[in-house]
Antibody, heavy 120, light 107 residues
Framework: EVQLLESGGGLVQPGGSLRLSCAAS????????MSWVRQAPGKGLEWVSG????????DYADSVKGRFTISRDNSKSTLYLQMNSLRAEDTAVYYC?????????????WGQGTLVTVTS | DIQMTQSPSSLSASVGDRVNITCRAS??????LNWYQQKPGKAPNPLIY???RLQSGVPSRFSGSGSGTYFTLTISSLQPEDFATYYC?????????FGPGTKVDIK
């Protein structure tokens, strides 16, 4: 059974940093594109970033480009999101999502999410 | 960026009703269209991918159709567990974008 377990969320001040982790199990992690998707309180879904199976190719939403960095450790089956220069508008539940295949953007499994709150 | 719109934004329906939700893309996305169901406090649950393919384990009362810029999610006979918010999402190109959601509640 595929499982994705996010951690690392919490309360942080504007301008601060946080690193999210997503521990994966139940599939061969190194074979799949992975992404982060967020949802602000009471709002819709926003794709944040994606990373190829090898880690060699990344992409970001314009809203986080230059501030967030996605990475992975295939030996640990773990996906990361380093978030710097956080803003109030980054407040959201952050979901880790597995892509269905080698193609990007087709999410077939999601974690339960971790809440990031940016406030002074 | 490709903009996704959905209609209606909300609807009230009864158990057993047939429900249609439409999704439009601001440009052609071929069949790169996915549908998700989300219940309060839970992660999105994949329903349909590449416009019409049913996610494993999803009941056959859910179906998807369309291509290009116009897509439809149909629930053939609404069940109590189907009351939720439904999102479409394009996977044609980054940034992958979602529709604003359609909330289905009980009439």
């Amino acid at each position: 059974e595929v499982q994705l377990l996010e951690s690392g969320g919490g309360l942080v001040q504007p301008g601060g940093s946080l690193r999210l982790s997503c521990a994966a199990s139940g599939f061969t992690f190194s074979n799949y594109v992975m992404s982060w998707v967020r949802q602000a309180p009471g709002k819709g879904l926003e794709w944040v970033s994606g990373l190829s199976s090898s880690g060699g190719s990344t992409d970001y939403a314009d809203s986080v480009k230059g501030r967030f960095t996605i990475s992975r450790d295939n030996s640990k089956s773990t996906l990361y999101l380093q978030m710097n220069s956080l803003r109030a508008e980054d407040t959201a539940v952050y979901y880790c999502a597995k892509d269905r295949s080698s193609t990007w953007g087709n999410f077939d499994h999601w974690g339960q999410g971790t809440l990031v709150t940016v406030t002074s | 960026d490709i903009q996704m719109t959905q209609s209606p934004s909300s609807l009230s329906a009864s158990v057993g009703d047939r429900v249609n939700i439409t999704c439009r893309a601001s440009q052609s996305i071929s069949s790169y269209l996915n549908w998700y169901q989300q219940k309060p406090g839970k992660a999105p649950n994949p329903l349909i991918y590449t416009a019409s393919r049913l996610q494993s384990g999803v009941p056959s009362r859910f179906s998807g159709s369309g291509s290009g810029t116009y897509f439809t999610l149909t629930i053939s006979s609404l069940q109590p567990e189907d009351f939720a918010t439904y999102y479409c999402q394009q996977s044609y190109g980054t940034p992958f974008t979602f529709g604003p959601g359609t909330k289905v509640d009980i009439k």
